[in-house]
């Protein structure tokens, strides 16, 4: 798979518009001032970020592959998110504290915001020092899962007692520790158990990175039965986690497209449309800056307007936080991953160096 798979990006685009429909529409209806309720229909927008998840763990398969040594994969990693993050974060701090209205004033963050914004980590970890601490967006929170799985992948592919097995193997070791604990715990109710195993193997989302990586061995024709009722397995997960019957039909949709990409790509070859394809290109800076500058704009609107009028604002609010985060894609993040994928080749190639 040495060129890009574009239907990948066509589902980052999915994803992000799912994600952006939920925020715009459902997620802050004490402040938007439209005229009709659209709240309980995009209610489910939130779970495009489990999509995200499931590629996630479709990419990452790929990039371990790619990487020679643990310290290539973090740098490819972190030269990836941390520049888009720090522009973004800057960008949406200062929208936030230049607009006073009441969405602002209620979702603004201090400076200590950037400390687990720009480290991807949880804010309760940074209250003992900063005890107001929070995302400058609070759609960061979904970062802070994606490094968890970063690190597990990182100590799978590249310690050398787990280099014995497969990423799969232990992958799928991971989810039976994690979620038997969760459910011990859950039975026990030993409260902080629970909530500490759920920090350490993020069992709300675990299942779906490995689904992602079991995809990944189908596509490339590998052990197509066992991987295959691997993902069935792991896919139950998701009836532990406690979603209502609508989330789980909307995430099982997810499973549908996934199964379609990995055993007959041409059925979803619509995701190769060209705009869904630049949507999911630009998806990662979109999806930093895309919360609260877009929600700020709408809910400074003025109540009354007609249902065509907001919509048409709507629309393009989507418009600007996409050619937002085009130009941080194009100008940030494109460029930074570039060095990163320099300075990892540079770290690859050490371990050979001292072997001469």
Request: include cysteine; charged fraction near 10%.
């Amino acid at each position: 798979m040495r060129d890009r798979l574009r239907e990948l990006d066509g589902l980052r685009g999915v994803a992000i518009l799912i994600v952006i429909f939920y925020h715009y529409l459902g997620r802050f209806p004490d402040f938007y001032p439209y005229g009709f309720n659209v709240s309980n229909v995009f209610e489910y927008g939130k779970l495009g970020v489990h999509l995200f998840f499931i590629i996630s763990g479709f990419v990452i398969s790929l990039t371990l592959e790619r990487s020679a040594v643990a310290v290539e994969f973090v740098s490819k990693r972190l030269g990836r998110l941390l520049p888009p993050m720090i522009a973004c974060s800057l960008l949406t701090f200062a929208v936030m504290w230049s607009v006073d209205t009441p969405f602002t004033q209620f979702r603004r963050v201090g400076w200590e915001g950037f400390f687990p914004s720009w480290t991807f980590t949880r804010p309760l970890l940074w209250h003992p020092i900063f005890p107001n601490a929070d995302y400058i967006d609070g759609a960061y929170w979904s970062l802070f899962v994606e490094v968890r799985f970063y690190f597990w992948a990182a100590v799978f592919a590249f310690m050398p007692y787990f280099r014995k097995f497969t990423l799969v193997t232990n992958m799928m070791f991971m989810f039976f520790v994690a979620y038997a604990l969760r459910i011990i715990f859950l039975l026990l109710g030993w409260r902080y158990a629970y909530f500490a195993n759920n920090m350490l193997f993020f069992t709300d989302h675990l299942y779906l990175f490995i689904s992602g990586v079991l995809f990944y061995n189908i596509f490339q024709g590998r052990n197509l039965i066992s991987n295959s009722i691997m993902v069935c397995v792991v896919y139950s997960a998701l009836f532990l986690t406690g979603n209502d019957f609508y989330s789980c039909l909307v995430v099982t949709s997810f499973y549908f497209i996934f199964i379609l990409l990995v055993f007959n790509r041409p059925l979803v070859g619509f995701l190769c449309f060209r705009p869904l394809v630049f949507v999911g290109a630009v998806s990662y800076s979109t999806y930093l800056l895309h919360q609260n500058i877009g929600v700020t704009i709408l809910t400074s609107l003025p109540a009354g307007w007609s249902a065509a009028g907001y919509l048409l604002m709507i629309a393009g609010t989507i418009a600007l936080v996409l050619f937002l985060g085009w130009m941080s894609f194009n100008f940030i993040e494109r460029k930074s991953y570039w060095y990163a994928n320099i300075l990892a080749s540079l770290f690859a190639r050490l371990p050979r160096a001292k072997e001469g």
